[in-house]
């Protein structure tokens, strides 16, 4: 089992990335897939998911407007767009595959990606 998470990297306040969880080793449509960030010295948090059904996207209120969750299941990948970044989303960021539970915790996800690095800094 293995989620590859990519796509960080230095930006600019107010520009725009788009990570990349590229998973394998299980049946994708059999998971959920979601984002979290850990900034430094801080918790682990929820950033974006998908409900049970895997359809409806969630997401935390200080990314709602900015931040935008999708999944090409073609692809067995899931995206997070991010835009008009700020220095406060700077972060390690995490995908992570779930088969049930509540999607803003932790506990609820079985494996977890390597993580991306988003730094947002002029």
């Known amino acids: 089992v293995q989620l590859q998470a990519s796509g960080g990297g230095l930006v600019q306040p107010g520009g725009s990335l788009r990570l990349s969880c590229a998973a394998s080793g299980f049946t994708f449509d059999d998971y959920i897939i979601g984002w979290f960030r850990q900034a430094p010295g801080k918790e682990r948090v929820f950033v974006a998911g998908?409900?049970?059904?895997?359809?409806?996207?969630s997401y935390t209120n200080s990314v709602k407007g900015r931040f935008t969750i999708s999944r090409d299941n073609a692809k067995n990948t899931v995206y997070l767009q991010m835009i008009s970044l700020k220095p406060e989303d700077t972060a390690v960021y995490y995908c992570a595959a779930r088969s049930g539970g509540t999607q803003w915790l932790l506990s609820a996800y079985d494996y977890w990606g390597q993580g991306t690095l988003v730094t947002v800094s002029s």
């Open positions: 998908f409900s049970r059904s895997g359809i409806t996207p």
